[in-house]
């Protein structure tokens, strides 16, 4: 029977793989168009006419604006 320290050692070496193997996969090209990360719901105040904006394009104007802080967030990374 293991200890609770050799647990925890275990758990955090599990973890550790875990986290690698997702790095991983996040930055195959394949697996990239797969991914879908978890939605959260938020309140967000934006100007009037941004939101316009992105609604005169069409249906899915939230996904709109979730891609462009996406492609922001990625170039920021880079940087």
Do not use: C, H
């Not at 939605?39 to 939230?62: N, S």
Request: proline share 4%; no cysteine; glycine share 6%.
């Amino acid at each position: 029977m293991r200890s609770k320290g050799q647990m925890k050692t275990a758990n955090r070496g599990k973890i550790a793989r875990l986290k690698a193997a997702a790095e991983e996969l996040r930055r195959s090209p394949a697996i990239a168009e797969m991914y879908r990360p978890i939605k959260k719901p938020v309140t967000l105040r934006l100007d009037a006419d941004v939101i316009a904006w992105f609604k005169a394009q069409g249906r899915g104007y939230q996904t709109r604006i979730n891609k462009a802080l996406r492609a922001l967030m990625l170039g920021e990374r880079k940087s």
